[in-house]
């Protein structure tokens, strides 16, 4: 069902934007990279919210903490979580692009995917992961 | 004395039309009547298959003429893409051109699959070889602008795509994205 797919892809809207705020602290030099994620999910989740009420559901409120893979405790931990927070997101709008057949639902996801892969990717080549692209974003092996 | 009925039974059974396991005709009166019903009858299927198999090719005929062919499979076009982007980005020698060789391989190769699944090809065609591109005077430059190409034939064929098809060219698209990222 395409709302609980989006409601999915809210959650980790409001993950990524929990992220965002912890690693700050640790991304001083990369401030205006950090903002600039930040900004474009918190448009996100609204964008996402006002979709699901109108279609008559009723939006997830966000966790109050969220667990990243890893500890985050310097700038490469951060760079860490901030790459699979957004990848986590890439898996997330691949989802409602496989269960939905609207096509500006459509549209938004691809939009959501693609933005979050560009961002994967800045963060995975700022912290020196090789390789830095990502073949198949949203793709659990890609 | 050979009786007709007679003649015609030892003609039928010359032709092994009698049927196996059957147990041994009785002699009893009304057989003949028995035996030309099942020689009428036979005639008849035979008539029916001869008239079967002088229409075949016709209906063959008219099927391959009503069955217009399939437009080609837009899938096709997108792998085909891939395929030159990397035997464009194999003429460098940077390592990131090398990583995306690699990605647009894995692309040609997941797309062509697609392709292939839902129309399986003849086992006379063989798969389509990149030609060698003549190599652009800035490669790098060209590769960028073939990338950008592709993330946006791939986005926007997305909202039109069966929804199955829709998650992989979707992922296609985000992952050329992903690889001009890697080049800016």
């Known amino acids: 069902m395409n709302v609980d797919a989006v409601q999915t892809a809210l959650g980790t809207e409001h993950a990524a934007l929990w992220t965002y705020g912890l690693v700050s602290a640790f991304l001083g030099d990369q401030a205006a990279a950090v903002a600039e994620g930040s900004t474009a999910h918190r448009a996100r989740r609204d964008v996402t919210e006002r979709w699901l009420r109108d279609h008559g559901a009723t939006p997830n409120p966000p966790a109050a903490a969220y667990l990243p893979p890893a500890p985050v405790s310097d700038g490469p931990s951060a760079l860490a979580a901030l790459a699979a927070v957004e990848q986590d997101t890439c898996a997330a709008w691949k989802g409602v692009l496989e269960r939905t057949d609207d096509k500006d639902l459509r549209t938004s996801a691809l939009e959501s995917l693609t933005a979050a892969a560009v961002r994967a990717t800045r963060w995975r080549k700022m912290a020196g992961t090789n390789p830095a692209s990502i073949t198949m974003p949203g793709v659990a092996s890609g | ?184």
Do not use: N
């Open chain 2, 1 to 184: 004395m050979e009786t007709p009925a007679d003649a015609v039974s030892a003609a039928v059974d010359a032709q092994g039309i009698s049927f196996a396991g059957l147990p041994p005709r009785p002699h009893v009166l009304g057989r003949g009547l028995a035996i030309w019903g099942r020689v009428i009858s036979d005639s008849v299927s035979r008539r029916r298959v001869l008239l079967a198999v002088a229409a075949a090719p016709l209906a063959v005929a008219c099927t391959t003429e009503s069955a217009p062919p399939p437009p080609p499979d837009p899938l096709s076009a997108l792998a085909a893409q891939a395929r030159a982007d990397a035997a464009l980005a194999k003429t460098l020698t940077t390592p990131a051109a090398a990583e995306i060789a690699k990605a647009r391989e894995t692309h040609a190769t997941l797309l062509q699959a697609e392709v292939d699944r839902e129309r399986p090809p003849l086992s006379s065609t063989a798969p389509p070889v990149p030609t060698a591109p003549p190599t652009p005077p800035d490669p790098l430059a060209a590769l960028r602008t073939a990338l950008d190409g592709a993330a946006r034939e791939a986005s926007v064929l997305v909202p039109s795509l069966p929804s199955y098809r829709a998650g992989l060219v979707g992922s296609v698209a985000a992952g050329c994205a992903s690889l001009l990222e890697v080049l800016s």
